[in-house]
């Protein structure tokens, strides 16, 4: 069946880094342009950074630009977020989504604490 | 950014009765292509988002007929036409014709 599994979450402390790893199946994952979305703690949804089926395109929300890096290995049917630089308002449940987010993950858990 | 804005934030609704939410964007999210690309969601208790509605108006594989998506432009309606306890959960209106995609506030609905 179609699945999206975020992985990669974790306890960091300010300043320091992570790297999300989102592992589709059961469909063509080069053929859709691929979300990670986030949700802090008691509060609403906040898109992150958005790519582009081949890679090509790339955006990212103000709140993560120039620290976070999306990117894709449509051989091994994975989405990557690297997190640099993380601050305590990054702390949230990440997800990953398919195109306009017909098909999401479970979510992975970050929080940025010292 | 196009800021986008619910009403009500919350509802409470009798199992039965119908229920309807606002959705405004702050720009018009009908596009040269001539798709209008406002989504919602819900997103139930301790669960991931789930898509109910794209392009302002047609249903999710899965759906039930009873949810409903309507408007234009900058004005958008979700429409329940009788809650059920499944319903329950915080209800997201997105743009996507942005690619700095954003997010209603959400809306609560709870079960009286």
């Known amino acids: 069946q179609v699945q999206l599994v975020e992985s990669g979450g974790g306890l960091v402390k300010p300043g320091g880094s992570l790297r999300l790893s989102c592992a589709a199946s059961?469909?063509?994952?080069?053929?859709?342009?691929m979300s990670w979305i986030r949700q802090a703690p008691g509060k609403g949804l906040e898109w992150v950074s958005y790519?582009?089926?081949?890679?090509?395109?790339?955006y990212y929300a103000d709140s993560v630009k120039g620290r976070f890096t999306i990117s894709r290995d449509n051989a091994k049917n994975s989405l990557y977020l690297q997190m640099n630089s993380l601050r305590a308002e990054d702390t949230a449940v990440y997800y990953c989504?398919?195109?306009?987010?017909?098909?999401w993950g479970q979510g992975t858990t970050v929080t940025v604490s010292s | 950014d196009i800021v986008m804005t619910q009403t009500p934030l919350s509802l409470s609704v009798t199992p039965g009765q119908p229920a309807s939410i606002s959705c405004k964007s702050s720009q018009s999210l009908l596009h040269s292509d001539g798709k209008t690309y406002l989504y919602w969601y819900l997103q139930k208790p301790g669960q991931s988002p789930q898509l109910l509605i794209y392009?302002?108006?047609s249903r999710f594989s899965g759906v039930p007929d009873r949810f409903s998506g309507s408007g234009s432009g900058t004005d958008f309606t979700l429409k329940i036409s009788r809650v059920e306890a499944e319903d329950v959960g915080v209800y997201y209106c997105m743009q996507g014709i942005h690619l700095s995609i954003t997010f209603g506030q959400g809306t609560r609905l709870e079960i009286k």
């Open positions: 059961g469909f063509t994952f080069s053929d859709y342009y």
């Open positions: 989504a398919r195109g306009v987010g017909d098909v």
């Open positions: 392009e302002v108006s």
């Open positions: 790519i582009s089926s081949s890679g090509s395109t790339i």
